[in-house]
């Protein structure tokens, strides 16, 4: 619990930094959670269930068939194959899938005005639950990230393709296609995907019955799934809510995208507050509305209230860490943490 707890207080620390020093102190910060998550010791709740598929694929091959590529998580199983040929074990692939992941989130975090309260705001759940523990999905989650960073820049083709690749690590990330419903091109994308859709329709067919068959059907279970789905529902709400009476102008001309997203999380946290594992699982991809909306509040408060706000934001999310540690169904799959090097 200690070196969690540490971690938090050093990026907290981190954000008194001079604001014109923080997104070099934000990239110093992330090379060292780099080696925190990637060199993980038996640490997170799939730990061994990641180690039986690094097993696998290094007993059985990488198979090259169209179902194999397309319906089994591709991009993941050829990480566990190179790094069992290089000798690298399960360290080596979360060593990779933590890179992807914390430089995606770099990547987003550096667009924000004050990168290191989105830092702060990660922490507790994206990057220690997340990046510690559902490896697949938070390289999926750093890679749409990115692929958020290259809409707002117009480089849409890259985009698209990043979202490509973070299907091959976990099929949710297929939702981040709403993510070009209000990019400059986004006509030129939605008739690609509807192309794309009708020429691979057996194929999505396929994975929308895998999908409907673990997470609805079976109706997969997340008790924890509305406390963070609340930590998404208040500042997509607040979000909306300031935005009708005015607040948040065209600022940043990016507004409309985060009016869609905060829908979005909104709805999807509705599943969530029903503890349905569904809602908890998509709300991830847009976990980036928490960070958004407290950067943009920040940005808009005067100097006397900037405190305050990173003071309730401080206090929440330091709240939402430890009653985890202390009350998480889980959580003592975390507890004691261990790294490789610490031995």
């Not at 990168?115 to 990046?131: D, R």
């Not at 006509?187 to 057996?202: D, E, G, Y």
């Not at 067919?205 to 799934?225: A, H, P, T, W």
Request: glycine content about 6%; charged content about 15%; proline content about 3%.
């Amino acid at each position: 619990m200690f070196p969690y707890i540490m971690m938090f207080l050093l990026i907290l620390i981190s954000n008194l930094s001079p604001k014109r020093f923080q997104r070099y102190v934000l990239a110093l910060l992330i090379l060292y959670l780099i080696f925190f998550v990637g060199f993980r010791k038996e640490v997170g709740g799939d730990w061994n269930s990641y180690l039986e598929w690094f097993e696998r694929i290094k007993i059985e091959g990488l198979k090259f068939d169209p179902e194999s590529m397309i319906l089994s998580n591709f991009g993941y199983n050829l990480l566990n194959a190179l790094s069992s040929k290089l000798n690298w074990g399960i360290y080596g692939v979360n060593f990779v899938c933590a890179t992807i992941f914390l430089l995606g989130l770099f990547y987003f975090l550096r667009e924000l005005e004050y990168p290191l309260m989105g830092l702060l705001i990660s922490h507790p759940y994206l990057i220690m639950v997340v990046g510690m523990g559902y490896t697949r999905q938070s390289v999926a989650i750093g890679l749409t990230l990115l692929s958020l960073v290259s809409i707002k820049k117009d480089r849409n083709i890259l985009a698209f393709l990043l979202i490509v690749i973070a299907v091959t690590f976990h099929k949710t990330a297929a939702i981040a296609i709403l993510y070009f419903i209000f990019s400059k091109k986004r006509k030129l994308f939605l008739s690609m995907i509807v192309i794309a859709t009708v020429l691979l329709f057996p194929i999505l067919v396929e994975i929308f019955q895998n999908f409907y068959g673990l997470y609805v059907k079976n109706l997969m279970i997340s008790f924890g799934g509305k406390y963070r789905a609340f930590m998404n529902f208040l500042p997509a709400i607040l979000w909306i809510t300031l935005r009708k009476i005015g607040i948040f102008n065209e600022r940043y001309g990016d507004e409309k995208i985060w009016d869609f997203m905060s829908l979005v999380a909104i709805l999807l946290s509705l599943f969530a507050f029903a503890n349905l594992t569904f809602g908890d699982r998509m709300l991830l991809y847009f976990y980036s509305v928490q960070m958004v909306f407290y950067d943009r509040l920040k940005s808009y408060l005067d100097t006397l209230q900037k405190p305050i706000l990173s003071n309730i934001v401080t206090i929440g999310y330091l709240s939402a860490m430890i009653i985890w540690m202390f009350f998480g169904v889980h959580s003592d799959s975390w507890i004691p943490y261990n790294n490789l090097f610490m031995e």
